[in-house]
């Protein structure tokens, strides 16, 4: 008889676990401040050379500078562009009528990351960078709340801002932001190593982090607790930007790209992830263009700073590659997306984006 319930309970448990299993994994992503130029064009021909902006001018070129946006975009970002393209898709090509934008008015980051994260712009309550809990219910907190995926939520950002952002304390969604270090006490020895290297390695800045860092934070999570959607925010390109480093800039783009490789190879070694799971990369804010040197800026007086780009692939991902016909998408989209992706309860009505028609009609 003991064996018989002893069975009966191993089953019900795999189905639980196998149900589990099944559901769609979301990896929601986004690269501070990357402007839709650089992800399309690569290096931008009037800053590669301007000795402005670059000490090596001649190195720069000789790394990132081709004849050809094509070609330099492909060896500015070459996962993105000779893999992720094969399998999904990318929009917001300007040049090709494909078109991405803010509907928040602000134009900088807190303003972005709320919109991307609720579905809806807040310009009367989120009009600053200031660390002020966020009023709104993202969807991390709204998944965290659901039974399916109760613990199994997390985020990682290289900026400080980050736990008042997704309001780490209301929603109980766990967030590395900033300079922290892994908690707990099963810490795996790459955590712990992380732990003791991050304290020894000054960062350019005071409020962000080396994004190195919040990437395998987040890689180390995702390999022991399988959470289902993890949001991962790399912070470096916007500050290199903010600092008139457009040799940074560029080389952070690059190295960034690389980390997204590295994230999706692990995914596809882990069955928990394995051909299961929808990535979406963003970007909170553009920059300027005209004049030249608004590239470092961004805000509502900055012409341009509300143009943006989604990258869409893995479960549910019809391959359209790099959008060339005329389309209007905003990021207020990303969060009903989620939802319906993790089929989740209604889509709350305080959200004004509508989910993205993803796959083939």
Request: aromatic share 10%.
């Amino acid at each position: 008889m003991k064996q018989i319930i002893y069975c009966l309970f191993a089953l019900i448990l795999s189905v639980n676990i196998n149900a589990q299993d099944k559901d769609t994994k979301v990896v929601l992503i986004t690269l501070d401040g990357l402007r839709w130029q650089e992800l399309f064009s690569g290096a931008d021909p009037l800053l590669v050379s301007n000795k402005e902006y670059v000490h090596d001018t001649t190195g720069l070129k000789n790394k990132f500078w081709k004849p050809t946006p094509k070609a330099r975009r492909e060896v500015l970002m070459p996962f993105v562009w000779n893999t992720i393209s094969e399998m999904g898709q990318i929009h917001g090509n300007r040049e090709l009528g494909s078109k991405v934008d803010l509907t928040n008015k602000m134009w900088f980051s807190y303003p972005g990351y709320n919109e991307i994260l609720t579905g809806k712009a807040d310009d009367a309550r989120i009009d600053s960078n200031d660390k002020i809990p966020n009023p709104n219910t993202t969807i991390l907190e709204l998944a965290n709340t659901n039974k399916r995926y109760k613990n199994k939520v997390a985020a990682f950002g290289s900026w400080d801002v980050f736990p008042f952002i997704v309001n780490e304390e209301r929603s109980g969604v766990p967030v590395n932001g900033g300079f922290e270090i892994a908690k707990g006490d099963n810490l795996s020895e790459r955590e712990k190593f992380l732990n003791e290297l991050q304290p020894k390695i000054p960062s350019p800045w005071s409020t962000v982090r080396l994004d190195a860092f919040t990437h395998y934070y987040a890689i180390e999570h995702m390999k022991k607790n399988h959470s289902a959607l993890t949001y991962i925010a790399y912070g470096e390109t916007d500050d290199f930007a903010h600092d008139g480093d457009y040799e940074a800039y560029l080389k952070s783009a690059h190295n960034t790209d690389a980390l997204l490789k590295n994230l999706y190879d692990f995914t596809q070694e882990d069955p928990f992830y394995k051909d299961n799971t929808l990535f979406i990369i963003t970007t909170d804010h553009g920059r300027g263009t005209e004049p030249l040197e608004t590239w470092k800026s961004h805000g509502e007086d900055i012409k341009g700073a509300g143009q943006v780009w989604m990258i869409l692939f893995g479960k549910g991902i019809s391959i359209k590659g790099e959008i060339s016909s005329p389309e209007q998408l905003y990021s207020n989209q990303i969060a009903p997306t989620v939802i319906k992706a993790l089929n989740l309860t209604k889509q709350p009505k305080s959200m004004t984006g509508k989910p993205l028609s993803l796959e083939e009609k």
